[in-house]
């Protein structure tokens, strides 16, 4: 079977193709895993100079444009289209349900022959406003994503919202876990030493400070919980900072 993964954005901060690869570890890893599983797998990335790479068996194709980093959600740069066409493959998968004119343009370009999978990356439903405009955006958005075959999302429940607002079809929902890690488990006694973190037991919680991940729900669980754990302690990773003002002043009451 022959995969081509398009990914629309990328970060301008990065020097060269080479860079931004050893940045986006999902791309790679997730990549490179489907070909271990017995497919021929390419990746058609937007970047701002065009270039080709072949990394663990994987081949990708850097096609440059004009448009900005990231691609507007009515974007759809030929160059990019014309890359993904051009593998000729069996599978499209196209990371992010937010680029709906892209995925026409991808259908509209490799024809019924090319199945079209549109992975959900997260996020709020990102739709909003009412009357002619909010109809108008939710049109626009059915209109793109209809060209697509199947939807991927973490739990299927996450379609829910954009089914209700009229966006999604009958396309088939997937659910396929968003990420994995290459990380491997080691003891706990020395896990603990080497991040110098003590607790009985030892909570940790992986997640954006967002509405979309509620980690203010998070902490009115742990409340509950740890009078009967008076040893308990608990660490909070996250990326993006959004509610930090809120979870600080929770953790302080």
């Not at 080691?186 to 080497?194: F, G, H, I, K, M």
């Not at 409340?223 to 929770?250: H, K, S």
Request: aromatic letters at 6%; hydrophobic letters at 45%.
């Amino acid at each position: 079977m022959r995969i081509v993964q398009a990914n629309a954005v990328y970060d301008p901060a990065a020097r060269n193709p080479a860079a931004l690869l050893d940045l986006y570890r999902t791309l790679t890893e997730w990549s490179t895993a489907v070909v271990a599983a017995g497919a021929d797998v390419s990746v058609v990335q937007r970047f701002h100079t065009a270039a080709s790479i072949e990394r663990d068996g994987v081949r990708y194709e850097f096609v440059a444009d004009k448009e900005p980093p990231w691609l507007s959600t009515k974007g759809a740069p030929k160059p990019l289209v014309d890359a993904v066409a051009k593998e000729r493959a069996d599978v499209a998968h196209v990371n992010g349900l937010i680029f709906p004119q892209l995925v026409a343009a991808i259908r509209a370009q490799c024809g019924p022959r090319t199945a079209i999978v549109v992975q959900h990356r997260g996020g709020e439903f990102p739709i909003r406003g009412s009357g002619l405009v909010g109809v108008w955006q939710r049109q626009r958005w059915k209109g793109g994503l209809d060209a697509a075959d199947a939807i991927s999302f973490t739990a299927a429940e996450q379609a829910e919202p954009w089914r209700a607002a009229g966006v999604l079809g009958n396309q088939r929902i997937i659910e396929i876990v968003e990420a994995s890690t290459t990380m491997r488990g080691v003891a706990r006694e020395r896990a603990r030493t080497a991040i110098g973190a003590t607790g009985t037991p030892l909570v940790l919680w992986v997640g954006r400070l967002t509405t979309n991940k509620d980690p203010l729900t998070v902490l009115d669980g742990l409340e509950r919980a740890l009078p009967q754990l008076p040893e308990a302690r608990v660490v909070m990773v996250f990326g993006d900072d959004t509610l930090i003002e809120g979870v600080e002043q929770r953790v302080r009451a």
